[in-house]
């Protein structure tokens, strides 16, 4: 009887022993990160069978468990992820938008003040000290391209810092993981019972993997889990673990990614396979962000280039020179230099790929201006031996035909501000990353000629119109314009028309007259002419093909005589011609972008307010996914945190059994020395 006393008493004894120590561990632990509460589980041990029935023998230690949810600590995990993935990407598209907003630093002041100085040159033509202020403006603007950027350039170096970091991290807390299964299978197997503390430990690199990138998990009956990214890719597996690598793209070698190390060698991986964490924003903000800020910028900055150039292409520099000249006076009308787009051949092309190259399109002249149909986005060109495609990125519109000629020519009805030639055919497989725009901001500068010499600013027209003196009608000529290809009229110049019976005659034969933009009249001979019309916009067309005729303009207004004339002649000693350069300062307020659709400010003021309306959207994601996540933590933390609360109420609940069993082994050992003492009487 004495022995199932104290024995029944040492169970109670130890039973609470063993609960001070775990709540003493749960205290200690309060504030360790990942840590999860734990709790004894106690089961009665079996009774001895008596005559009076069972009698029981005191309690055992089942096992200590952890307070534990798996369904709980996923959904932390995926709102962790979530809530990592926009805060990584809201803290790099603020400083976008900053850098872009900035209204000392942003574009718009130095557009503005680019054309302020075009304004000083059209009030004062002849003018050295405005001349010189307009340079001094291009450089402000070319330099604030230059800028802005840089600064996106910049980002995308740190961009690939960060990835390399990431994937760093990732690898350790994938190898820790596949340690911690390892020691958690060699103690269950060992013990029969769960570590709690290395369970613990996984969890929380599961945890800090889920910051990162997301990752999915799953169990295996000696206790280890798998972790998987993107579609199932194996990230852990038992004890092994896979490493990610960094790597340049195979489409784009300027451009790293992450990729699966293999056996023979790293396997890229698809953008869309790296959701979630730090590292899946970052991927995001780089491909939706910042390609697009990248993109338009240097869109802006080859528009304003394109046209302002075309534009001076149809001017006459203080020094008298122009397209007109003859022979070619090395005359350099060009304001802006800037770089062709880029062709990035695809790192998987067979040797001796042909070489693919690509030029921005002339810009196209409209109401006396010009405009572009560059679009913000890359192209990828591929073929597949029997004809070739070109895709656009940003939307993914597609154009394919036979061959690069036949592809040109196709985009004619929907051009894109670029055309695209090669060294010979493509061959099946072959792959050609396009970017018209991309890094186009940093390389705009004036051009090194009008920095030397301010007196090379395109500033008059170079043709002029007179009345004959003769004239006795009061009909008058308008100042006359030139347009593309106006310089292979050159050798007609000058010329004399006369009105002749309503007729407009004396052209040269075999020029060609159009009417108010309609198509050209091809002239005969002297004798033939075109119908007079007053204030009728006539266009002596010149070498270009474009759509209306261009060459040189005029329009004769009111009612001439029989026998007036009317000269067309170049325009020399011009000093105070501001013509040309007036028609420049339009381009600040014409549609010269996307196809007639927007001027330059309206571009960047669009650029800004998209990526601005993206920045506070991502934001307000980013605070709401917090929320989840505070949500998810705070129902976990309800039954798995320690509640020191409650935890001293342990303490004191097991103090008192400890005190009650040790009493209980009082009494027994008084009652087995009593015995004791009967037996030696």
Same mark, same amino acid.
């Given at each position: ?59 055992h ?12 600590t ?77 600064q ?6 740190q ?13 350790s ?17 060992t013990?029969?019972?769960?570590p709690n ?34 579609s199932?890719?194996? $990230?852990?597996?038992?004890?092994? #673990?896979? %490493? &990610?690598? *960094?790597? /340049?793209? @195979?489409?784009?070698?300027?451009? +790293? ?39 338009? $910028?240097?869109?802006?900055?080859? #528009?304003? %280039? &394109?046209? *302002?150039? /075309?534009q @001076?292409?149809?001017?006459?520099? +203080?020094?008298?020179?122009?397209l ?16 062709g787009p880029?062709?990035?051949?695809d ?10 190259t690509?030029a ?48 040109d ?21 072959t ?16 051009n ?49 028309v006369?009105v ?15 009417i ?107 605070e ?58």
């Amino acid at each position: 009887m004495g022995s199932g006393i104290l024995g029944t008493g040492v169970s109670g004894l130890l039973a609470a022993q063993y609960g001070l120590q775990t709540t003493e561990h749960n205290i200690a632990n309060a504030n360790t990160p990942g840590y999860t509460r734990q709790r004894v589980i106690q089961g009665s041990n079996a009774g001895d069978m008596t005559g009076g029935g069972f009698l029981g023998r005191g309690v055992h230690i089942a096992t200590v468990e952890r307070v534990y949810s798996r369904f709980l600590t996923e959904q932390v995990d995926q709102a962790q992820a979530g809530a990592s993935q926009l805060d990584s990407y809201a803290a790099h598209i603020r400083r976008i938008d900053s850098l872009l907003a900035d209204a000392q630093a942003g574009l718009s002041p130095a557009l503005q003040g680019f054309f302020d100085g075009v304004a000083q040159v059209a009030a004062n033509p002849s003018n050295l000290s405005s001349r010189q202020l307009m340079i001094s403006s291009a450089q402000g603007l070319s330099a604030r391209y230059q800028s802005l950027g840089t600064q996106l350039a910049q980002m995308y170096d740190q961009i690939n810092g960060e990835i390399r970091d990431s994937v760093t991290a990732i690898n350790s807390h994938a190898e820790q993981i596949a340690r911690l299964n390892e020691q958690i299978g060699l103690a269950q197997a060992t013990s029969g019972h769960s570590p709690n503390d290395l369970l613990d430990a996984r969890d929380y690199q599961v945890a800090e993997l889920n910051k990162l990138i997301r990752v999915k998990t799953s169990s295996s009956g000696d206790g280890s889990v798998s972790v998987f990214i993107g579609s199932g890719q194996q $990230l852990v597996v038992g004890s092994q #673990s896979t %490493a &990610l690598a *960094v790597t /340049a793209s @195979a489409g784009d070698l300027s451009r +790293l990614v992450v990729g699966l190390k293999t056996n023979t060698g790293v396997q890229e991986m698809s953008q869309s396979l790296i959701e979630g964490g730090a590292l899946g924003g970052l991927l995001d903000f780089r491909s939706d962000s910042l390609d697009r800020a990248s993109n338009e $910028l240097g869109r802006n900055a080859v #528009s304003l %280039a &394109l046209t *302002v150039n /075309a534009q @001076a292409e149809l001017g006459q520099d +203080l020094l008298g020179q122009s397209l007109l000249s003859t022979p070619p006076s090395g005359f350099t009308p060009a304001l802006f230099t800037v770089g062709g787009p880029e062709v990035r051949a695809d790192g998987r092309n067979p040797p001796g790929s042909p070489t693919v190259t690509a030029a921005f399109a002339t810009p196209v002249p409209f109401s006396g201006n010009f405009y572009t149909d560059l679009v913000a986005s890359d192209y990828r060109l591929t073929s597949d031996g029997s004809s070739v495609t070109l895709t656009r990125v940003r939307d993914d519109r597609q154009w394919t035909a036979a061959d690069l000629a036949t592809l040109d020519a196709q985009l004619q009805a929907e051009p894109q501000g670029f055309t695209i030639t090669s060294s010979g055919p493509l061959a099946a497989g072959t792959s050609y990353l396009i970017q018209p725009t991309r890094d186009a901001a940093r390389r705009i500068a004036v051009n090194p000629a009008m920095l030397a010499d301010p007196r090379l600013i395109p500033a008059a027209a170079p043709v002029r119109t007179t009345a004959g003196a003769a004239n006795t009608g009061s009909a008058a000529i308008s100042p006359g314009s030139v347009g593309p290809g106006y310089e292979a009229l050159g050798p007609l110049l000058p010329l004399t028309v006369v009105v002749d019976n309503g007729q407009l005659r004396n052209f040269p034969a075999g020029s060609r007259v159009s009417i108010d933009g309609g198509p050209p009249q091809l002239i005969a001979g002297p004798g033939s002419g075109v119908a007079y019309a007053s204030g009728a916009t006539i266009t002596l067309v010149g070498a270009s093909s474009a759509a209306p005729p261009s060459g040189i303009s005029f329009s004769i207004s009111g009612v001439p005589n029989n026998g007036d004339s009317f000269v067309l002649a170049r325009n020399p000693a011009a000093t105070s011609d501001g013509r040309n350069v007036l028609a420049l300062g339009q381009l600040q307020t014409l549609d010269t972008m996307s196809g007639k659709t927007v001027s330059f400010q309206e571009s960047y003021a669009e650029l800004v307010s998209e990526n601005g309306s993206r920045t506070r959207q991502v934001q307000v994601g980013a605070e709401a996914q917090k929320v989840l996540l505070k949500q998810a933590q705070d129902s976990r933390d309800s039954l798995s945190g320690v509640n020191l609360d409650e935890e001293a109420a342990n303490l004191i609940r097991y103090q008192q059994a400890y005190q009650a069993a040790a009493k209980a082994l009082e009494i027994a050992s008084s009652l087995f020395n009593t015995i004791l003492e009967l037996g030696a009487r």
